[in-house]
């Protein structure tokens, strides 16, 4: 329990509170795993709290009408998830399954919502994490609806080489076929675009590793949908 317990103290959501407040976090922090594959939410769940990754991986996605999937995001160690259920108690508006085996840091809503009341700091914590996330969502909606595969490509590595604070290099923690799904296309298309980027000397695939060749050209893609010449 202490492993997992100390990824609190690395969480923006907690940053800067003092120790007799983060004492009461762990307190009602609920340690749970799960196995690859098994769901840990289901859309239209009742949401009685929201998750913080200690190990592991999660997806959280949508399913159509006709069954396919829709990605929303990836969270991995240290990030938080389902934090709808703090300010509405509303049910889950998506599914989350873990994709690795998972540990996670379960904090039960109305005990969290207690803590918020008595700590204007963590209300103010938890609604810059929001803000983020709100952020990324509005990019996400943007590269479906608006870009084609090249430039939602494009654009998912530059924003994994910020997230991994990395000038030129990055490492796709996912499978290409949940990276598909992410983009909102099938693994067929998306081996040729990654083909295409590399044919065109913007990226170098090794693996899992990629090097991000001309950062200046995939930023002009995934801004303007237009192929590096």
Do not use: C, W
Not at 161 to 181: H, M
Request: no cysteine.
């Amino acid at each position: 329990m202490k492993k997992s317990l100390d990824v609190i103290t690395t969480l923006p959501l907690f940053n800067g509170l003092p120790e007799d407040q983060m004492a009461a976090i762990r307190k009602i922090a609920v340690d749970k795993k799960f196995p690859r594959g098994q769901s840990i939410f289901s859309e239209g769940d009742e949401s009685s709290g929201f998750f913080v990754i200690a190990e592991g991986r999660v997806k959280v996605y949508k399913v159509s009408i006709d069954g396919k999937e829709q990605i929303l995001h990836i969270f991995g160690p240290g990030q938080s998830f389902g934090e709808v259920s703090v300010f509405t108690g509303q049910k889950f508006p998506a599914y989350a399954e873990a994709i690795t085996q998972v540990r996670v840091l379960f904090f039960p809503r109305r005990a969290f919502v207690d803590l918020i009341a008595g700590n204007p700091s963590l209300a103010l914590n938890l609604l810059a994490v929001m803000s983020v996330k709100l952020h990324q969502f509005t990019v996400q909606i943007e590269n479906l609806s608006l870009k084609e595969v090249p430039a939602r490509l494009a654009s998912y590595l530059v924003y994994l080489a910020d997230e991994q604070e990395s000038v030129d290099t990055v490492t796709l923690n996912i499978s290409k076929g949940l990276l598909a799904s992410i983009l909102g296309t099938i693994p067929e298309t998306l081996s040729r675009i990654f083909a295409k980027l590399s044919t065109q000397d913007l990226i170098r695939v090794d693996g899992r590793q990629i090097r991000l060749l001309n950062r200046e050209g995939l930023e002009k893609l995934a801004e303007y949908g237009r192929d590096a010449q």
